[in-house]
């Protein structure tokens, strides 16, 4: 028996653990079990285990048997990149080499701001001036109607979702979101205990006829909605849907949270939905995509009638997100910094879908932005594609981590924007093009 069989064998396990059929917590057959349905001896299984115990995908308890790690979700779905080791096509963010000159003189700057009144307590969700440059930011990309009152700071996009799904429904709760979606949304909602619906997508983005019905259907507490450079779809709205669907929500007076973290990649300004139903809804914006997610800027702009409670709220859990990222975020709003590297971004998002359409001669995109949702042929399944990438050193994010109705998609989202030398993008990308047109066969026979 070869050395490297136990390997093949823990690989097996692995996409078992992915696709669900081994789900997180649940207790794995014994050696000799797992042996008798491979094929194999139990001395290899327990090699197997060892192997993926010592990943973390695994944990063993004397007396009791071997268990599924209770990872979260997200961990699978978005790994921290490692280019020293890997070519990583699953983390959505800005090339941050591009940004670091201008990120370290905006906290040099900073430094020099520092009083004790700025880095006190203070009251609402952060300083006046602060909210007042989350206002410039949003109005930039189209938001009308934001003021220093009505725009609050949260630590970063997901603490806004979070700070909202807790807020403003309760558990039992059914809150929608689009069929396919970022799985940070998802792991938000399925949390407390809420539940989470899927409602259709076409080529504009959410459809309206299709909201309204789910609305009705299931008696939505929530709407929650990706409009510009959609994840994982790519998907923009243009202005006549987003009109379409604040009607409704004005008609049905359900809180919609659109999530607008990616509106400075449109060529020009589109207005958001918040502008067209301004009594329900929460507009997010932040500059984790255009500028670093280490900042956790996160700016929400609310309905009045729902200020109060937020503030509260915040105070409660967090007091204040942290004034000392709001002031180098400030400089780089009010120098102009801020758009000028997310420009910068878009122009480097935009080459590289020319890229992508050069590598993938086969397959058609519409998408633009910092990913593409890539289309698998038919002989490959998107968790089977995503391991044997991995194996290769690849990291791609499987389409089945963004099914908010645990249906089956045969796509892979592909950021590429984590990897910084358009060199080795290239190497990836052609690498991935190579393992699509590859036999599944081949790789294992199990």
């Not at 059914?174 to 809420?194: C, H, Q």
């Not at 923009?236 to 949270?257: G, T, Y």
């Amino acid at each position: 028996m070869s050395n490297s069989k136990f390997i093949r064998i823990a690989e097996v396990i692995e996409q078992k653990i992915e696709t669900g059929e081994f789900p997180p917590g649940s207790k794995l057959p014994t050696h000799r079990l797992l042996a008798e349905e491979l094929g194999t001896t139990p001395a290899t299984v327990a090699k197997a285990y060892k192997l993926l115990n010592d990943r973390g995908c695994l944990e063993s308890f004397i007396g009791r048997g071997t268990f599924v790690r209770a990872n979260s979700e997200l961990d699978k779905a978005i790994q921290a990149p490692d280019e020293e080791t890997n070519f990583n096509f699953s983390i959505l963010q800005p090339c941050l080499e591009r940004n670091v000159p201008a990120l370290k003189n905006a906290y040099r700057q900073s430094a020099e701001l520092l009083t004790p009144s700025v880095i006190g307590y203070v009251e609402h969700s952060g300083h006046e001036v602060h909210r007042a440059a989350g206002v410039k930011w949003a109005k930039k990309y189209g938001l009308e109607g934001a003021n220093s009152d009505n725009m609050l700071l949260t630590n970063g996009a997901q603490h806004a979702l979070s700070l909202l799904v807790d807020i403003l429904t309760k558990p039992g709760d059914s809150i929608l979101v689009e069929r396919l979606t970022y799985p940070g949304i998802l792991a938000i909602v399925n949390m407390p205990d809420r539940h989470v619906i899927g409602v259709d997508l076409d080529e504009y983005g959410l459809c309206p006829e299709a909201l309204a019905s789910a609305i009705d259907a299931h008696q939505a507490a929530m709407v929650i909605t990706i409009p510009s450079h959609q994840n994982p779809t790519g998907i923009s709205m243009p202005e006549s849907r987003k009109k379409e669907i604040a009607r409704v929500i004005n008609d049905k007076r359900v809180w919609l949270v659109e999530d607008d973290i990616y509106c400075f990649l449109d060529d020009e300004p589109v207005p958001p939905i918040a502008n067209f139903a301004p009594d329900y809804t929460f507009h997010i914006s932040a500059l984790s995509k255009a500028i670093s997610p280490a900042m956790r800027c996160g700016y929400l702009k609310a309905p009045e009638s729902q200020i109060t409670a937020l503030n509260a709220n915040i105070r409660t859990n967090i007091w204040l997100a942290s004034p000392i990222n709001f002031i180098a975020a400030t400089l780089l709003i009010e120098s102009g910094d801020a758009f000028r590297l997310a420009d910068q971004q878009r122009e480097v998002a935009n080459e590289r879908q020319k890229m992508v359409r050069e590598i993938f001669t086969s397959i058609e995109f519409t998408a633009s932005g910092y990913h593409i949702w890539l289309p698998l042929p038919a002989h490959w399944q998107p968790d089977r594609f995503a391991m044997e990438a991995k194996n290769r050193g690849l990291i791609v994010t499987s389409g089945s981590y963004f099914c908010a109705n645990n249906k089956s998609t045969p796509h892979v989202r592909l950021s590429l924007m984590s990897i910084g030398n358009e060199t080795r993008l290239r190497d990836g990308l052609d690498q991935l093009q190579r393992l699509l047109d590859s036999d599944i066969n081949s790789f294992f026979p199990y």
